[in-house]
């Protein structure tokens, strides 16, 4: 919900429901102990809430350190790792996630990134828009 409103251009309800969010995933925590989905959502909840670049890497290091080593979702959590740092403004960190997708067979193009609105922070600066011609 907090991604739907914050893409909608709803800040501050964004930063609501990223707050109830928070809350829940605490809850979570403290019943199943540390795991990388619950980081990967305090990430994304964090990042809308405007947290600090340091933490946000901190918060998918964390995430990274813990997730199962699973080539097959390799790309999911690329993706995901990619649209924090975008979400959050940080457009050297999401070209770096974004860069081992453009391997053939590739899951992510051009078309892909500016339709997710996840991208929408980073998609004109001038480094992301060049990441996006090399996908031509």
Request: glycine residues 4%; aromatic residues 8%; charged residues 30%.
């Amino acid at each position: 919900a907090a991604h739907i409103l914050w893409y909608m251009g709803k800040d501050e309800e964004a930063r609501q429901a990223a707050s109830a969010a928070l809350f829940r995933l605490n809850g979570m925590r403290a019943d199943q102990g540390d795991d990388y989905r619950i980081d990967l959502a305090v990430a994304q909840a964090r990042t809308l809430q405007g947290a600090e670049e340091d933490e946000v890497i901190e918060m998918v290091e964390r995430s990274r350190a813990s997730k199962p080593n699973d080539d097959l979702d390799a790309f999911r959590f690329h993706y995901l790792y990619a649209s924090i740092f975008a979400s959050a403004g940080m457009t050297k960190h999401a070209i770096e996630q974004l860069e081992p997708l453009q391997m053939p067979p590739s899951e992510v193009s051009r078309a892909v990134l500016e339709l997710d609105p996840a991208f929408d922070r980073v998609r004109e600066i001038p480094e992301f828009r060049a990441f996006l011609e090399q996908l031509q």
